[in-house]
């Protein structure tokens, strides 16, 4: 979109142009994004976001209590409440999508 030419080899995701150019389109990631961070892996879904071995990017000073952190973002936007213990299914659910694209990467 921005003519800046780049190495498409080293590029391990889908492209989202159609669906700038046409919001009407549905997202190739609508069953679930994930991305990687070092150990941190994350999975988002809908309004549902999952962060494994989280650690603190943010420079907020968060500390988190547990390796599996469950998220509502259009209810905690800040993502200050870890969910996963009163939605293990959403976990589960999440997890493997998270699973599924893991094996796609290595």
Same mark, same amino acid.
């Given at each position: 979109?921005?003519? #800046? =030419?780049l ?9 989202? $142009?159609a669906? #700038? /150019?046409? =919001?009407?389109? &549905?997202? &190739?990631?609508? +069953?679930?994004?994930?991305? /990687? ?5 994350? $999975?988002?879904?809908?309004?549902? /976001?999952?962060?494994? *071995?989280p650690? @603190?990017?943010? +420079?907020?000073?968060? $500390?988190? @209590?547990? *390796?599996?952190?469950? $998220? *509502? %973002?259009?209810? @905690?936007? +800040? ?5 996963a213990?009163?939605? =293990?299914?959403k976990?589960?659910? %999440?997890? &493997? #999508?998270?699973?599924?694209? %893991?094996?796609? #990467?290595?």
């Amino acid at each position: 979109l921005c003519d #800046i =030419p780049l190495e498409v080899d080293s590029l391990d995701g889908k492209s989202l $142009v159609a669906v #700038i /150019k046409n =919001p009407d389109l &549905e997202s &190739e990631h609508s +069953q679930g994004y994930c991305w /990687k961070f070092k150990e941190m892996w994350a $999975v988002r879904k809908e309004n549902w /976001k999952l962060l494994g *071995n989280p650690f @603190d990017t943010s +420079q907020r000073d968060l $500390v988190f @209590d547990s *390796n599996l952190f469950l $998220v *509502n %973002l259009n209810d @905690d936007p +800040q993502e200050k409440y870890n969910l996963a213990d009163k939605f =293990p299914e959403k976990v589960k659910e %999440l997890e &493997e #999508i998270y699973k599924k694209w %893991l094996e796609t #990467i290595n």
